[in-house]
């Protein structure tokens, strides 16, 4: 804007006097000078010197870069904490310079500048900025001089700091750190930093402009506001990293770089880990050392363990580490450690000191061996090794509960009764970490002994009988005694179904089952165990060698009541499966045929189908088949079930029937039979009809019905008179004399 003037340099004035302004308008791209970064003062000046209307449209205008000394110079002649202010203020709403009277243009000018030098220059794509404006009518100016400001803008006198008025955060937290960074690397340092930054900054009300300025001014001294977000607890995972690998971290002061090496600590992830490896320093190592004593992170204090254990400072750390831990009363902090030194290499054998330092911290060594113990890896091994059996000391002896876990790993040879029950007092976990290790290290001979009553009254628990369980099922063959102690306490912990191991002793077995048994179980308890214990022996996987040892806990426990709750546990199994008798012994048959109605009658049937198997065309069983009908029917089994086995004898013809029915009518009249004679009238009647009646088939009746007709022709003229002769052996021999009679007829017969 020029006053209009004539030759002479006059202004002229239109035709009510008033002055004639002349306005030039020129239109500038942003980007027509990307390299240059020229200032107001530059555009300014290469504009003023032209003329309008322009001869071909349109100029190349050439821009010179700033003078940036001169810049520097101008916002500090101007007061930097003045032009600071109003750079912040700027960011959130328009700014005007109001004075009676505004200084020169030069002044004006450069201030604009002075100003929007303390913002990246990107920003100047979108800024406006005026050297003077009524301020009467609407307009976009965002940073100018004028006679007034109204109220949607801030209102500042030259050279005057104004009261602040509330600011946005991110303003507020820019004019923080605007001046704290020119207060730290000076005004130069810090203008030519922002004037790097070309890249279009949008000025608009729907952008947080100030909140995209605070992140360029943050970048350029990152370590600092990553500190300041660590301490308003507003950083997130990787900052402080990132700060770090961008600076030397020697260069940065002791409180800020303490803070980000403290914070990599704590997000401590694989990147984290990698970066303090390269930077390690004795503060770093220092930095980690607190870190894994205090976070509450274990899996990052154990990768910082990791990391620490290939440098020397590991041995002096771990002893800060359990001496801090001794000073905390929270027992949680015991247990952490404890976990933290097991993610640790095993120490050295001679480390007297550390091994003392545990063993006067009760809970955390007993932590210690449970976490170790639980991971049963060659590490933990180490460790228990060094723990229950390093080093003698006499002023830290080893305490008696320590010792099952020395047995456990194989270091010491035996444990006492004692020692089991000072480790109990440490609850169940301590007993299932000793059965852990036991388990895998194949200590179980040495273990369970001396454990098992402990672990008998820790299965009283429901959560400690199910770890039991957990922990005893599926274990490789033991020996008998050692087995019988792992099944009856599965047998406790009712985990024992059908989970049954061949047992290479069943008398040694039995022995140990039976005792503990009796020694160790309440009567209640007892009981159920040992139904527990049959019916996972006799289960269908091992079934038959299982009954041996059921057979020989029963003889061990006959003269208990337990003895009856054996043959309760067997029976189901006997009775699924009835040929499984004969392997029992004669009086643990009988004992089961008595107890059970089904069985009885079953048994016998197998029994004659077992003898009928091995018969052949010229055995004579036929006595002992007899003999077992009989039975079969004074328990109640029906001829027909009786016929039904017969027909599947390979050897059956209707001479060797009719035989086997003369005998069973012979065996029938013996004394303990009533009424004698009758009842085997009504027997002989009974088959002879079931025969007739085709319950062994057509064939076999037809057959059988020539057979009574040719001993009726015979010198045995009925069944009555055939029973009634003679003592029993005369009996017999009429019997044979009259069914070879009678086969001879018969076949004479055929013959004709």
């Known amino acids: 804007m020029d006053w209009a003037t004539d030759e002479t340099g006059r202004r002229i004035s239109d035709g009510t006097g008033r002055p004639i302004i002349a306005n030039r308008y020129f239109d500038v791209a942003f980007e027509a000078a990307p390299d240059c970064q020229a200032g107001y003062l530059e555009l300014y000046t290469a504009i003023a010197r032209l003329q309008l209307p322009l001869a071909h449209g349109s100029v190349s205008v050439r821009l010179p870069a700033a003078n940036l000394e001169h810049l520097v110079e101008d916002v500090d002649s101007l007061g930097f904490e003045w032009v600071a202010t109003l750079a912040a203020l700027l960011l959130d709403r328009p700014v005007m310079v109001v004075g009676d009277q505004p200084p020169p243009l030069a002044d004006r000018i450069r201030c604009l500048d002075a100003v929007v030098a303390l913002l990246p220059y990107g ?116 900052e402080a990293r990132a700060a770090l690998a961008s600076t030397d971290p020697a260069e940065l002061p002791a409180e800020i770089r303490l803070g980000l090496l403290r914070q990599v600590a704590v997000d401590g992830d694989e990147q984290d880990l990698h970066l303090l490896d390269r930077l390690w320093s004795g503060e770093v190592g220092a930095v980690l050392g607190e870190a894994v004593a205090s976070t509450a992170a274990e899996p990052v204090a154990a990768r910082y363990v990791a990391l620490l254990a290939r440098r020397p400072e590991l041995t002096a750390m771990r002893h800060r580490w359990v001496r801090d831990a001794a000073h905390r009363p929270d027992p949680a902090a015991h247990v952490r450690m404890a976990r933290i030194l097991a993610a640790s290499p095993p120490p050295a054998e001679d480390d007297t000191t550390l091994r003392a330092l545990v063993l006067q911290n009760h809970t955390l060594c007993l932590e210690l061996a449970v976490t170790v113990a639980n991971r049963a890896d060659e590490p933990a091994i180490r460790w228990l090794r060094w723990l229950a059996d390093g080093t003698p000391d006499p002023s830290h002896p080893t305490p008696d509960w320590l010792r099952p876990f020395g047995v456990a790993v194989g270091a010491r040879p035996a444990m006492q009764h004692a020692d089991a029950v000072s480790l109990a007092l440490w609850g169940a976990r301590a ?222 013809t209707a001479i060797r029937l009719y035989d086997l029915v003369y005998l069973l009518v012979i065996a029938l009249t013996r004394p303990e039979i009533q009424p004698g004679a009758r009842a085997a009238d009504r027997v002989a009647q009974h088959v002879h009809e079931a025969v007739l009646g085709e319950a062994m088939g057509a064939e076999m009746a037809a057959e059988y019905r020539d057979v009574l007709v040719d001993a ?34 018969r076949n004479h017969r055929h013959e004709r």
Not at 207 to 230: C, F, G, S, T
Not at 606 to 621: F, H
């Open 123 to 238: 920003l100047r794509a979108n800024l406006v900025a005026g050297t003077w404006t009524p301020n009467a009518a609407e307009h976009e100016i965002d940073l100018g001089f004028a006679d007034g400001a109204n109220n949607s803008q801030f209102q500042v006198g030259w050279q005057q700091l104004p009261a602040l008025p509330a600011l946005s955060a991110s303003t507020a937290r820019y004019l923080e750190e605007v001046q704290r960074q020119q207060r730290r690397n000076g005004t130069d340092w810090l203008v030519r930093r922002l004037w790097q930054h070309t890249a279009p900054l949008p000025l608009a009300p729907d952008e947080d402009v100030a909140a995209a300025v605070l992140r360029v001014l943050e970048n350029e001294d990152l370590p600092h506001a990553v500190y300041h977000r660590i301490q308003s607890r507003t950083a997130v995972a990787g």
């Open 431 to 652: 007993l299932l970490a000793v059965l852990c290790l036991a388990r895998a290290r194949d200590t179980l001979p040495q273990t369970l002994p001396v454990l098992t009553p402990e672990l008998l009254r820790a299965a009283e628990q429901p959560e400690a009988r199910a770890s039991i369980g957990r922990l005893l099922t599926g274990i490789a063959t033991q020996s008998a005694a050692t087995q019988a102690f792992v099944d009856l306490l599965l047998a406790a912990c009712e985990s024992f179904e059908g989970a049954a191991r061949p047992v290479d002793d069943a008398d040694a077995y039995a022995s140990v089952a039976a005792d503990l048994l009796r020694r160790l179980f309440t009567p209640d308890r007892r009981r159920m165990a040992t139904v527990q214990l049959v019916r996972g022996l006799t289960g269908p996987r091992h079934q038959r060698s299982g009954l041996l040892v059921a057979t020989a806990l029963a003889d061990r426990l006959r003269p208990d009541e337990l003895h009856r709750h054996v043959l309760v546990a067997v029976l189901p199994a006997v009775e699924e499966t009835p040929a499984l008798l004969l392997d029992l012994p004669a009086v643990m048959q009988d004992e089961l045929v008595e107890m059970s109605p089904a069985l009885r009658e079953r048994a016998v049937l197998e029994r004659i189908s077992a003898v009928l198997a091995t018969c052949t065309e010229d055995d004579d069983k036929l006595d002992e088949v007899a003999e077992l009908w009989r039975r079969a029917l004074l328990l109640g089994c029906s001829v027909e079930s009786v016929l039904q086995r017969l027909r599947a004898w390979p050897g059956v």
């Open 712 to 745: 009726q022709e015979g010198r045995c003229t009925g069944w009555r008179s055939a029973v009634r002769c003679g003592p029993a052996s005369a009996r017999h021999t009429a019997g044979r004399s009259c069914v070879g009679s009678s086969a001879a007829n």
